[in-house]
């Protein structure tokens, strides 16, 4: 078995929000190692369900393993963003509620030969399904326009463009094939300054990550695709760990909770637009100072939650 380890943060945060009824159906979108999944199963009783979708093989193998023969649990393999078409395979319309743990796992980072890390050296890789395009394949052929535009809007990276055409020089030689060559161009090509302040790749790492797996657009096709699935009273509960996904998660709660949109001088509501959501927590759940210490990636968490109203 694949010890796929794996420190939920926000644990028993997010998976409250959820407000469980013990014979609800419920979706967990990101399964990894399964820590949500085992804390929603102890929640519902027999007439219970859950689905756990990954699209992560290894994902899948751990939580396969994990609640075999626990009858409640369904385990499903795929992208959250298409958890519409895989639940309706089931056979399932509507659920009570969804939860997203997003951004990469103790496990992907942890595994060397999986390419998501700067701190060994490995194959470029970073796919989370472990299919298609890797790490390699953009940072081999993309051009200089478009590798600046993923290190700074994925990773907030302002030196960007000097790293982009470091990439550029180094692969006039030979392909950039393992993390320590594309983190070491990093490093050569960004003020010594900056290689003080915590490690100069991380940023770039983290751009080519949520390239590498679409990771924004995945995450504005799954929380369509779970607002739709829930039913009435149904709740969605998210944990972003990157400031642009947080803000994609915050703009698509918001827009869903909005009601009348006339102009405030009208002395009645002809639009006819009723809130579909409510906002659990106004501003967003962070780790407490426990959790920060037991676990350092949970410095970046920020859980957000809302129920369907209609």
């Known amino acids: 078995m694949i010890n796929f380890s794996h420190i939920s943060v926000l644990l028993n945060e997010s998976v409250d929000m959820l407000d469980i009824k013990p014979d609800g159906i419920y979706i967990d979108g990101t399964a990894g ?6 804390l929603i199963l102890s929640r519902l009783n027999e007439n219970g369900k859950l689905y756990s979708i990954d699209r992560d093989p290894d994902a899948i193998a751990t939580v396969t393993k994990r609640f075999e023969g626990d009858k409640r649990s369904v385990v499903l393999h795929g992208e959250f963003a298409d958890m519409k078409s895989l639940l309706l395979k089931e056979g399932v319309e509507k659920v009570d509620g969804v939860i997203l743990d997003l951004g990469v796992s103790s496990h992907q980072l942890d595994t060397a030969e999986r390419g998501f ?3 060994e050296d490995a194959p470029l890789d970073m796919r989370m399904s472990q299919q298609g395009t890797t790490a390699a394949d953009l940072v ?6 478009e590798l600046c535009r993923i290190l700074s809007s994925y990773g907030e990276e302002k030196y960007a463009p000097s790293i982009a055409k470091g990439i550029l020089k180094a692969r006039e030689e030979k392909p950039i094939e393992t993390t320590l060559e594309l983190a070491e161009i990093v490093k050569a090509n960004v003020p010594q300054k900056v290689r003080r302040d915590g490690h ?15 990771e924004f657009g995945q995450l504005e096709r799954g929380l369509a695709s779970a607002f739709e699935l829930l039913r009435t009273g149904g709740r969605l509960s998210v944990i972003t760990f990157h400031s642009i996904e947080d803000r994609i998660v915050k703009q698509a ?9 006339c102009p405030k001088d009208f002395p009645v509501c002809v639009c006819g637009n009723k809130p579909k959501a409510r906002l659990i927590n106004k501003k967003p759940i962070e780790a407490d100072n426990e959790e920060l210490s037991a676990n350092k990636r949970s410095r970046s968490a920020k859980l957000r939650g809302c129920e369907k109203l209609v």
Not at 253 to 261: K, Q
Request: aromatic content about 10%.
């Open 33 to 38: 190692g399964g820590g949500h999944s085992a």
């Open 117 to 119: 890390s700067f701190h």
């Open 140 to 145: 081999n052929t993309l051009d200089f326009k």
């Open 200 to 214: 100069p790749a991380r940023k770039t790492f983290q751009a080519i990550r949520i390239a590498v797996n679409d």
């Open 253 to 261: 709660m918001a827009s869903w909770c909005v009601g009348c949109t």
